[in-house]
């Protein structure tokens, strides 16, 4: 069954440098997603990516976020000057198309600010 | 703020009992998912229901929409050890976003 792929698993950054997290979504999805889950806390919604440009984003993604579908396969996040509390599991999602189509979640990156 | 409230956050009973989760919002949702996670992986995707009333099945267990479609219920019949795990439900308020409630752990013991 295909599935939503993400690297690196874990991600060890100074505090102040850029990190990117990289995902494969399923192949024929249209739809993009990013949440994060800091540790022992709901998940929560980052962003969403369709047809190039960003459809939807939370008070989370500020400006220090930034997404990017570089090529036919690949969707980035980048986190411009990483702070001690972005530390998290970043989780990348994909679906067929909006609303009521499930999303498929990727296994996640920890990322680890020190 | 949107909220979707899990209960209860933590379950632990013996096997071949049964059980339900709940999930409550005063949002309504187009559609819920719920999920079941792993520690170290991401949530897998158990089932979605989409109309307001839905019950659907997935062997021993029963996922139900709500009316209204704010709420929702997971219902695990004679549960078994394999059945441990988080699960988490996930609402969608948006045509894009996913609102989580707090997961419930569970914890079945032969």
């Known amino acids: 069954e295909p599935e939503v792929t993400q690297t690196p698993s874990h991600q060890v950054t100074q505090m102040g440098q850029e990190v990117i997290l990289r995902c494969v979504p399923i192949s024929n999805h249209l739809y993009f997603y990013w949440y994060r889950q800091i540790l022992g806390q709901k998940v929560e919604f980052l962003v969403s990516f369709y047809n190039n440009e960003i459809s939807e984003k939370s008070e989370i993604f500020d400006d220090q976020f930034s997404v990017e579908r570089p090529d036919g396969s690949n969707f980035t996040l980048k986190i411009r000057s990483t702070k001690l509390e972005d530390s998290a599991m970043y989780f990348c999602a994909s679906n067929l198309g909006q609303g009521k189509q499930p999303q498929h979640f990727g296994d996640g990156t920890r990322l680890s600010i020190l | 703020t949107q909220l979707l409230e899990q209960s209860p956050q933590f379950l632990s009973i013996q096997e071949g009992e049964n059980l339900t989760v709940y999930c409550n919002s005063s949002?309504?949702?187009?559609?819920l998912q719920w999920y079941r996670q792993e520690p170290g992986e991401g949530p897998v995707l158990l089932v979605t229901?989409?109309?307001g009333g839905e019950v659907k099945k997935l062997k021993r267990l029963t996922f139900q929409f709500g009316d209204a479609r704010k709420d929702s219920s997971l219902h695990i019949t004679a549960a078994q050890p394999g059945d441990t795990g988080l699960y988490l439900c996930a609402g969608a308020i948006s045509n894009y976003q996913l609102i989580w409630g707090a997961g419930t752990k569970l914890i079945i013991k032969p």
């Open positions: 949002s309504v949702f187009s559609s």
């Open positions: 229901v989409v109309t």
